[in-house]
């Protein structure tokens, strides 16, 4: 029947206690481990409003937690759980930056499943909370080396070559070599976060429209446009981004378009498109691969070295809205000098003509 309440009653000292046992249903609450918590009172119940990417990096916490926590049920967990948790999980080879990682999806789930209160409003009601508080791990991982840019204009044209390997995704509607270098022609011109990228699809994000996609704009870009709302940053910025395509661009687009509503079909794991990030530029001859972070670096620097200011209207940093002016004017620069942006040689030797020559061109 499970351990009995205490009853608080204000009856003389020597009345009897009255004992009340818990409910099947409280019992049951207490046993809960965190993954039949998590997929009862968030994934199953409530909506996330999280990208898929971003729930991908949940259920990768719960992963770590039930190998390295013990798993034990909810209600008992404590800080000194997390610091077990912690030192089981460094043990096994992970760097502090992996485990701060992890400690910030966990404390989300915690949040969710301690009590509804203020600075806490996405909480359990009061009574059927699994956690009075959330439990606390103080992590000092340690800082990431900053983006490295690509100085080398010819590295793009090395990469770019070297996608002749891809094998992902299997199915695409296009081969994998020619679904990657249209990828990697994005990357350089645009910048694009990984999830952003892995995301995009026909007529909602690529419009080859030459009409400016904003009816209040009255702008033009004959190549066309992307136009998508980065999840990192829809909260805060729910305004859609829009970038004036180029030719070089746009030729690759059209080149990997199919009927299919994904625009690159390529997994959105990022282990694995890590993976085939490492493997391609291992091909290159790159000893020290680039990053999806270092891709918009060199992506940025690229734009700003045409006009100051441009990088960051691009990779979405600059304020967007219909009170921002300045960024209607800057839209009207990146139409200008989108042009302009220089190109690595290999991007230029892309003809949709003859894909199957273009994809011995490398071999």
């Known amino acids: 029947m499970g351990t009995p309440h205490l009853t608080p009653d204000e009856r003389p000292a020597n009345a009897p206690l009255i004992l009340r046992f818990p409910t099947a249903a409280e019992t049951a609450r207490d046993a809960l481990r965190l993954r ?40 008992e967990i404590t800080d000194a759980t997390l610091d077990e948790f912690a030192s089981r999980f460094l043990a096994d080879g992970a760097t502090t930056g992996n485990l701060k990682k992890v400690w910030t999806n ?21 009574g059927t909370q699994l956690l009075e508080w959330v439990p606390y791990l103080e992590v000092v991982a ?18 770019y070559r070297a996608a002749r390997i891809a094998a992902h995704p299997q199915r695409a509607q296009q081969p994998a070599p020619l679904v ?5 022609v994005v990357w350089a011109n645009y910048g694009l976060r990984r999830s952003d990228l892995v995301a995009l699809e026909w007529d909602e994000h690529v419009k080859f429209d030459a009409r400016c996609p904003d009816p209040r704009i ?27 395509l180029n030719e070089i ?7 990997i378009r199919g009927p299919r509503s994904k625009v690159f079909q390529l997994s959105a794991r990022p282990a694995t498109l890590h993976n085939w990030r490492r493997k391609i530029q291992a091909v290159a001859g790159i000893e020290d691969p680039y990053t999806f972070k270092d891709f918009r670096a060199t992506c940025n620097v690229a734009w700003n070295r045409l006009s100051r200011g441009l990088g960051e209207h691009v990779l979405g940093h600059a304020p967007r809205g219909v009170n921002q002016t300045h960024y209607f004017r800057a839209l009207a620069d990146l139409v200008e000098f989108a042009p302009l942006l220089p190109q690595p040689e290999a991007f230029l030797e892309f003809s949709p003509a003859d894909l199957d020559q273009q994809l011995r061109l490398f071999e």
Do not use: C
Request: glycine share 4%; no cysteine.
């Open 218 to 244: 009255d702008l033009d870009n004959p190549h066309g446009w992307l136009v998508f709302i980065p999840w990192k940053t829809r909260r805060k910025k729910p305004q859609p981004l829009m970038l004036p």
């Open 180 to 184: 990657w270098r249209a990828a990697f």
């Open 36 to 75: 039949g918590a998590y997929e009862k009172f968030i994934s199953r119940n409530q909506k996330l409003n999280r990208s898929p990417a971003t729930v991908v990096t949940y259920e990768t916490a719960l992963r770590h937690w039930e190998r390295y926590s013990g798993d034990p049920p909810v209600v």
């Open 106 to 126: 966990l404390r989300h789930i915690f949040r969710r499943l301690s009590r509804r209160e203020i600075g806490n409003p996405r909480g359990l009601p009061h």
């Open 142 to 159: 340690d800082e990431p080396p900053p983006p490295r840019v690509m100085t080398d204009p010819e590295t793009w044209s090395r990469i």
């Open 249 to 255: 661009t746009r030729r690759h687009l059209e080149a």
